[in-house]
């Protein structure tokens, strides 16, 4: 008998548009239309998200504080409320699983869907995407963009083409078009370095990658020249990993200014309510804790503890934390710290064994 051939997959890459500034300006209608940073003020702090006004101005997520107000003096800044934005995070999967339960999650804001069968018996997977953000919005009042293609990598390019509040297809008979004039830049994991070595070799686009033998991109970027043979084809045979296991929750501070060790102390407490918080609305309790210090000149230091009995609440985790504490340098000074749990279960099976 002839070898059937496997259906080609839909894969949908929803992207949440300016998530957290988005929620911000959305639970404070005064911020709509202004140029909004979601970070805490400070020399140290990082900008969260900025929000699409802000970006005009060139500012975007990871940039210094201190960089994005030089680049927009005018900016609204506004400490990140990550509590909020994890609650609304769910209410937008609750929506996927409408109509997939092959769900990949890759932050609170983006998740890869794979629609190749759906609930709702769509036969399209754009009309999938139209009505999943159409519903998130009615949820939320928040926008999503959605990128559809046959595979992740296309679909993650696509979700940013329309960026906001769009949704752009790459259909499996136009992948090769769409690739011959995508520009570098546009692929994933493509940084500045990379980037100015492809430069260097008069490459600019996915089409131009195409015409370059295996062996060359293997000398010049090593195993990755082979993932890049693959990309620069739109091939990608990644699954959307559904029950993918998420092996640490965590939460951490950057300090306002340099702190030696008994001076953090007062934000393993904050750290820890901050955990088991995030540990309840996950429904995990775990085996072993993990202290993380950042020093002064940005060297991460780090000590683990594994319980025979799993830690489940913020006093747990907090004398957890100061027992790792006493085992870090004393002499030290310190401009992170946090605090993550491993080793998870299920929080209602240990009830179970441990009534």
Same mark, same amino acid.
């Given at each position: ?106 932050? !609170?804001?983006? +998740?890869? /869907?794979? #629609?190749?069968? $759906?609930?709702? @018996?769509?036969?399209?997977? *754009?009309?999938?995407?139209? =009505? ?76 131009? !990658?195409?015409? +370059?033998? /295996?062996? #060359?991109?293997? $000398?010049?970027? @090593?195993?990755?020249?082979? *993932?890049?043979?693959?990309? =620069? ?123």
């Amino acid at each position: 008998m002839p070898k059937t051939m496997p259906p080609i997959r839909k894969i949908i890459h929803i992207d949440m548009d300016a998530f957290y500034a988005s929620v911000e300006q959305r639970e404070q209608p005064h911020l709509r239309g202004l140029p909004l940073v979601v970070a805490w003020e400070g020399a140290r702090s990082v900008v969260c998200a900025a929000s699409y006004e802000a970006r005009r101005y060139g500012l975007r997520s990871a940039m210094p504080a201190a960089t994005a107000k030089r680049l927009c003096p005018q900016a609204v800044f506004v400490p990140p409320r990550f509590a909020l934005y994890r609650e609304v995070s769910q209410q937008v999967h609750e929506v996927f699983r409408l109509h997939t339960d092959v769900v990949e999650p890759l932050s !609170l804001d983006e +998740a890869y /869907l794979d #629609v190749t069968e $759906n609930k709702q @018996g769509f036969e399209y997977a *754009r009309d999938i995407a139209q =009505a999943i953000r159409a519903e998130i919005f009615r949820r939320t009042g928040l926008t999503a963009s959605a990128g559809i293609a046959p595979n992740k990598f296309l679909a993650k390019i696509a979700s940013d083409w329309r960026k906001p509040n769009g949704q752009f297809v790459v259909a499996p008979q136009q992948a090769d078009v769409f690739l011959r004039v995508l520009p570098l830049e546009k692929i994933p994991g493509v940084g500045k370095k990379t980037l100015a070595k492809m430069h260097a070799q008069g490459w600019r686009t996915a089409g131009d !990658l195409q015409r +370059a033998p /295996l062996g #060359v991109l293997v $000398n010049l970027f @090593g195993k990755w020249g082979y *993932r890049l043979y693959d990309l =620069a084809r739109g091939t990608d045979r990644r699954p959307v990993q559904a029950s993918r296991e998420r092996v640490q929750i965590s939460t951490e501070t950057t300090l306002a200014e340099d702190l030696p060790l008994d001076g953090i102390v007062r934000h393993l407490s904050e750290l820890a309510e901050d955990l088991s918080a995030q540990m309840r609305r996950k429904g995990a309790v775990g085996l072993t804790l993990t202290l993380k210090l950042k020093t002064a000149d940005f060297h991460t230091l780090t000590r683990s503890q594994t319980y025979s009995s799993a830690l489940s609440d913020t006093e747990e985790l907090f004398q957890a934390a100061l027992l790792l504490a006493r085992r870090m340098p004393q002499n030290g000074q310190y401009r992170l710290v946090g605090i993550g749990i491993s080793h998870l279960q299920d929080a209602q099976r240990q009830l179970a064994i441990f009534p």
